[in-house]
């Protein structure tokens, strides 16, 4: 019987082997701390961690090095922040998407009274209104019905051929256009809201003109329950719209997302 031949590893090719998954780790650890859902602080550490090796294993061949870029010089510092910058901007565009979700949620509690009304937010860790977490579990929702997470490791699959490793230019017009999209997002959120802000400014209007009229109704007995109903049924009338609203504006994300890596923006089912 022959007998096993032992493996030889030599450690020039451990350095080779860290340096080529090195680079492709950072972007894709830039962008699971800002992506939708992997970024949560409810997923604990060491599973993102594991997730961004674990990409980076599958998205190695997709990643060229340039040859003589060290991990320890000046020139690879400076990639190394280059990468981790590309990867938080492709998460980021997406994560806005959700923030003006929860904007919206915020504007219609305050405006119904139930800013009172609290819950633990997943995503900071810190309390929101109810509703602002209503509507982050709506987008989720729809983020997750149109494939928005693998429309996003798409994005980042092909940003290591538009933007490559060591070579890609971040220059002012790219963070420029990262805080335009994230202005016109929140007021797209803020339109989303809007329907339902009018109304109860409307009924709040109303309570007014009848507190005038019969000064000795309790408003605050009377006043906060009309505007409480009146919000629910505002909110379960309009739900269609809503969900067509936020379902736009997930497809409207992803697309910045795609185009912010250079390619041309992937058809969503």
Do not use: C
């Not at 991990?71 to 590309?86: C, K, N, P, R």
């Not at 919206?104 to 305050?110: F, L």
């Amino acid at each position: 019987m022959a007998a096993i031949q032992p493996i030889m590893i030599d450690a020039a090719d451990v350095s080779r082997w860290v340096a080529r998954l090195w680079w492709p780790v950072l972007r894709i650890g830039g962008f699971v701390l800002t992506a939708p859902i992997a970024s949560e602080s409810t997923i604990p550490a060491p599973v993102k961690i594991a997730l961004s090796i674990a990409l980076a294993f599958i998205l190695s061949p997709l990643a060229p090095v340039p040859a003589g870029l060290s991990i320890f010089s000046g020139a690879g510092v400076m990639a190394a922040a280059q990468e981790i910058l590309i990867g938080v901007a492709i998460g980021m565009v997406v994560q806005l998407t959700f923030e003006a979700l929860t904007f919206a949620g915020q504007s219609i509690s305050m405006s119904m009274g139930l800013g009172f009304a609290t819950l633990i937010d997943p995503q900071h860790g810190g309390d929101t209104p109810v509703l602002g977490q209503f509507f982050m579990i709506l987008g989720t929702l729809a983020y997750l019905a149109v494939d928005g997470h693998l429309v996003l490791i798409g994005a980042l699959a092909t940003s290591f051929k538009s933007l490559p490793i060591g070579g890609a230019n971040i220059d002012q017009h790219l963070l420029w256009s990262m805080g335009a999209w994230g202005a016109r997002i929140f007021e797209t959120g803020l339109l989303v809201a809007l329907p339902a802000v009018v109304s109860l400014i409307v009924v709040n209007l109303a309570l007014g003109v009848v507190t005038r009229a019969a000064p000795q109704l309790n408003l605050f007995g009377v006043g906060f329950t009309i505007t409480l109903m009146s919000g629910f049924l505002v909110l379960i009338v309009g739900l269609d719209g809503l969900m067509t609203g936020i379902s736009s504006l997930i497809h409207s994300a992803l697309s910045a997302a795609v185009d912010l890596v250079g390619s041309a923006p992937q058809p969503v089912h």
